[in-house]
Each structure stands twice: as C-alpha cells, then as structure tokens.
C-alpha cells in the first residue's frame, strides 16, 4: 500500500476508485465502502484510493469542539493495509482545503487522482462549510462523469455504526460493544513513564502511561487488556482512574503486565482495551486492595 500526503500538489499516473472522508476510527461503516472501492478498482483493472484527513478538520475549524481521537494514523494505516487497499492519501486540511467549494474539490480530487468512481455514505458532505452533500454529487458525477456509489448505513444491534457512537461506548466503559463495531480492539499507544510506584511495593508493578489527552479514554475502571511489547503480546490488567486508595488526585493509566519483568521505561507500548473488569474502588486499606488485585489477575489469566 502506498502512503501519501498530498493536498492536490501531485498527479497520479493510475486510474483509481475513491473513498472519501474523516475515517476517525475504522469501523463496520468504513469497511463497508474500503471494500467496494477495491472491489471495483479489481473489475476494473484501477486502484483503489481513500482520501482522508492527517487531523479532524474541526482542529482548523473550532479546537473547542474538536471530538476525541479514536484511532492513530499509524494504526489506520496497519488496519487498511491489511485490507488490501492500494492508496492511502492524508489531506492537510489547511486553509485553502477549507475554503475549497465542493465542485472545486470535486474537481480536483479528478484531475489529481484521476477518479473513475466515488464510494461513499449516504450523509456524507464536503468543500466549504460542508456546503457539497449526496444531491450535489449525484449532479457532479453526471457533469463530470465519474460513477457514484452511495452505501446505506451499516448497522450493529439495530442502530447504526458511527465514531460518535463508538466513542460514547468506550466513554460509558463498554469496551466490548465498541470492539465489535471498530475493526481492531480500542487501544492506547504510549511511553511508559515514572510513577509514584505504589504497585511494586505491594507486588503489582505496573507499567504508567504517558497518554495524549486529545485521545479517548475509558470510562474510570479497571479493565482486561492485551499488551504489545516487542512483537510479544501478554495479557494485563489496566487501571484507568485516581487511585483513590492511596490518595491520588490525578487521572492515571497504568498496567499491570501478567509473566513480565523488564525494565521499559521511555518505551513504547501498546495497551488493547478487551473488557472493564471493575468499576474504581476506594478500599480501607492497602491489604483489601491487594485482595481485589489477586482477583482482578486471577480474572486476567482466565480470558
């Protein structure tokens, strides 16, 4: 798969189908229109495109309702490759991207990538202030003639699949609900840093994270996680909260990582959310949290 970063500077030498759109966190939805633009672009002997943003427009546009990151680029990037996508392009949603109106944007989205067919969903909008919908498209297509795929909406538990309602499951602690509608479970990539560590001292080291807050978190809990570390995947028990116990007062993630012992300090790893365990407890003393760790592991090793 090729990566690019293009915002209209370079011309393709291939024919190509399409996607395009915000693409915050790979769900069912998006796969639904990845898949039809590769399937088209191998009836056709094309490739097969999607055209994404680096970050939300809403960053340019009003930081102050800018929604929380679902996904990374770089796992974006792991998950359609695997696909078998051919071209991933990031838009740099500057202001001349903004300001575009959407036939322009449609227009230059032809004679840069030389689209043969657009593959979208049925609310999709684009150009300036969102101005271009489904109706304008339909009528550019038949201008321009380029071919149109609108996809209905995917559902899951009968009510449709969106990054808004993924992250409002993740935000309420239903970690599996969420997994079921992304295309690879909800994860956190970070460095590990220096805690107060408390953990070690009452057996249970655990790994804190340095995490990025324009990321989604979990609901405070405490959950089963998956760790990858080195290639190696271990299981883990993560620890989203305040540590109450212990009079902490500051949002933390921290991991306990089931059969491990090194030192990673200042490295990177990444934390699969599978299933909350618990809800945060404040308990009377050190000795009954330990008990309720011993369970919460004894838990882990069964999943």
Partial sequence: ME???????????????VTIGSFDGIHMGHLSLIKKAISLSKKNNTMSMLSTFKEHPLNVINKSIVPKILMDNETKIEILKSIGLDILNFFDFNEEIMKMMPEDFILNMINHYNIDGI????????????????????????????????????????????????????????????????LRPFSIKAKVIHGREIGRQIGFPTANLSYDNKFILPKIGVYYTTVEYNKITYKG????????????????????ILDFNQNIYDEEIRVNFVKKIRDQIKFESIEQLKVQLEKDKKFAYKQ
């Fill in 3 to 17: 990566v690019l970063n293009d915002s209209f500077k370079i011309k393709l030498n291939c024919r190509t189908y």
């Fill in 119 to 182: 593959i979208t969903g049925f609310n999709h909008r684009f150009g300036y202030k969102n101005s271009g919908d489904i109706h304008l498209l339909k009528t550019l297509s038949e201008k321009y003639g380029f071919e149109l795929y609108v996809l209905p909406p995917v559902s899951f538990k009968n009510d449709m699949v969106s990054s808004t309602r993924i992250r409002n499951c993740i935000s309420d602690g239903n970690i599996e609900e969420a997994n079921q509608m992304l």
């Fill in 237 to 256: 028990i993560t620890n989203v909260g305040t540590n109450p116990t212990v009079n902490g007062d500051k949002l933390t993630i921290e991991t306990y």
